[in-house]
């Protein structure tokens, strides 16, 4: 899958999960979880403890599931990410020299952006998505004001994004959107409830087509 591939594959799918976590052994369970729940894209962020081992371990179970690294911040997390297996990177913010190395490793880049020169900064650097992050005071309303003189951007909320709202931000022109917080709810990941994760995952996915 080509980074291009990558970003058209986003713009269908909608959606991804978004997994924080300083529990590995949670980690695996939680995003199992969301796998069983129906996602299909899947970031493991490299906060994680034992990341790459994970994501190494998830690429060969799941061949049908993309996963992805995020709080990419150098080209060496880049470089270990894709060799365990990452097929994107995301990062908090635009480092031209990480949305380079993406480019060389074949893998699609989403760098963090949060204002209309960044995301146009980042998609010259390269970068196929643009991640809104954080989410700005007056939420989809951003989106479609950002893609109005430049439609050609694909941005993807990931912060500020919930079950109530996550059709507001498809409408507004995102090309996609991440679930961190109310998919992986933290307090459900340390109580081991993963029975709930996969309901929500179900119940987040449904969300989209409202």
């Known amino acids: 899958m080509t980074p291009n591939d990558f ?11 978004i997994l924080r976590t300083d529990d590995a052994d949670a980690a695996l369970k939680a995003m199992e979880a969301a796998i069983r729940g129906g996602f299909t894209i899947c970031e493991f962020t490299l906060t994680v403890p034992r990341v790459y081992e994970l994501i190494a371990d998830f690429s060969r179970r799941y061949p049908d599931v993309l ?8 080209v060496e997390e880049a470089e270990k990410a894709v060799e365990a297996g990452a097929r994107f990177l995301v990062s908090p913010v635009t480092d031209e020299a990480v949305i380079e190395a ?7 880049a989403m760098p963090g952006t949060h204002t209309p ?6 998609h010259r650097a390269g970068a196929g998505l643009q991640k809104l992050f954080p989410a700005p005071g007056i939420g989809p309303d951003f989106v479609k004001a950002c893609l109005g003189p430049m439609p050609f951007l694909n941005i ?9 709202n996550a059709a507001d931000w498809l409408a507004a022109g995102a090309h996609g959107i991440g679930f961190v917080a109310p998919l992986f709810d933290p307090q459900l990941v340390a109580a081991g409830d993963f029975a709930a994760i996969e309901e929500r995952a179900g119940r987040l996915l449904s969300a989209l087509d409202r």
Not at 102 to 108: C, D, E, I, S
Not at 156 to 164: D, K, L, Q, R
């Open 102 to 108: 993406a480019g060389r490793l074949g893998v699609a």
């Open 156 to 164: 993807v909320p990931t912060h500020g994004v919930t079950e109530e």
């Open 7 to 17: 970003v058209a594959h986003f713009g269908k799918t909608r959606a991804s999960a």
């Open 117 to 122: 020169t960044e995301m146009l900064r980042a």
């Open 67 to 74: 996963f992805g690294a995020g709080t990419v911040l150098t």
